[in-house]
């Protein structure tokens, strides 16, 4: 059966993908990697996939729709988000139009079926939680002419409403699941997608879904892989390592976009034994907690490991404990010691809004990041998202301020501030934030460090120009 996989046009260089969707400053844009495991899922099971990833392709609607025409799927999954849903919901009918089965699947319809069913008229309904065995139930009763309502794990319209059928069990052996970086080389731009945690080109692969740990604000746990950790085995991890060294010579990193690599700290040190062993030369990058131990993180450096992401959120243990991070800033100072010690590069992540956020706090917070010196840093008010406890906390404290979904990005399609506290505007948190950006990147101590380190380092020379130029364009301005 022929199936279109759609990641929609919305915004030029629209980066859907990641755990907060938007046009990034930086000029990142992740893979489509839910909606790629998918199409491995459905073409290993005998299905001719059309995969459209308009913003990486730099596609227009009426080109997408075109495409579609002409391959005459009997099948269309139209990837969503937040901020853009009703441009998507909009794309959705338009296809739906043709006489086309749709189905939408992401963490915004994961969260309200019923409602992103109500934006629209003619699509069929969506996904709630992870997208493979549902999508190929879909394909299946599609194929055998049998009605979707008998699949598990989807939010149906029909003419007495909403079938709401009863959710799909998650996917156990990830194993079995095809290579995700063989979808990227058979369909996508590889060259296209970035992040500037890893060296460029890079792929981004998962191996492992659902997090043990329950921060208020993440929505990947909450929307559509639970909190129930399920891994792959170090053994087809470092099999699709080395096939990326094989069979994509221009790629010169792997990604792991994991919500965190140390949910199981020992299987994380059988991968980069795995990696030793094998002598698989391929530098790695990954989303790290904050709590990893030092002769890990040194095994991880020796097989390879550049750059990890990690959420240190806050300065202030009050408000540490009120997102759920269930983490210290103690046991954070120590782990940010470690990493220097094991020469892992870390990239720092701070978060301000949380329920509670005070002025108070927000300078521990960047006290903290200025004490902590990671390598990089991002400062950013807080996202909330449909299906979040951090969304139910400000819905029921009246603290989301956009009247839209689209108001969760500025027109230029940058991440925009939707909420507030009791003592703090967005205002005030997004002045921090700018604040805090100068005051990290300019202090002397830091640019002498960053000069010292590109002598001799083309990769860090390219990383720094680049910073700069987002730097120039960004960071001198307010909002």
Known sequence: MRITALNPPFLPGYSRGQRSPAVTRSGCLYYPIWLSYAVAALEQAGHEVQFIDAPAMDMSSSQVLERIRDFAPSL???????PSIASDVK????????????????????????????LGSLFRGVVAGEYE??????????????????VPGLVLRNEGGIVDTPRAEPLEDLDSLPFVSEVYARHLPVRRYSNPNALHPQVMIMGGRGCPNHCTFCVFPQTL????????????????VEWVAKNMPEVRAVFFEDDTMTADRERLAAIAREMIQRRVSMSWSCNMRADMDFDTLLLCRKAGLRTVCVGFESGSDRI???????????????????????????????????????RATMEETLSFALEL????????????????MAYRFACEDGCI?????????????????????????PEDLVDFCDRARRKFYLRPRYLLGKFMRTVGDRDERRSVLLAFRTFRRHMLRRG
């Open 225 to 240: 892989t639970g909190h129930v950790f399920r891994a792959r085995s170090p053994v087809n991890i470092v099999d699709e």
């Open 401 to 425: 301020v956009p009247a839209s979904f689209r108001d969760w990005l500025k027109p230029d399609g940058t991440h925009n501030c939707v909420v507030r506290t009791v003592d703090l505007s």
């Open 373 to 388: 010196n990671p390598d990089t840093a991002q400062f950013y008010p807080l996202m909330v998202y449909p299906g979040t």
């Open 320 to 358: 540490l404990a009120a997102m759920g991070k269930n983490l210290t800033t103690a046991r954070m100072r120590r782990f940010a010691s470690d990493c220097r010690r094991a020469r892992v590069r870390v990239h720092g992540c701070f978060m301000v809004g949380t329920r509670g956020e005070t």
């Open 133 to 150: 065995k549902p999508l190929l139930g879909a394909a299946e009763a599609i194929s055998e002419n049998m009605p979707l309502e008998i």
């Open 76 to 82: 269309v999954v139209v990837e969503t988000s937040t």
């Open 91 to 118: 794309i959705a009918d338009d296809i739906a139009s043709k006489g086309l089965t749709v189905l939408l699947v992401g963490t915004h319809p994961s969260a309200l079926p019923a409602a992103t069913i109500a």
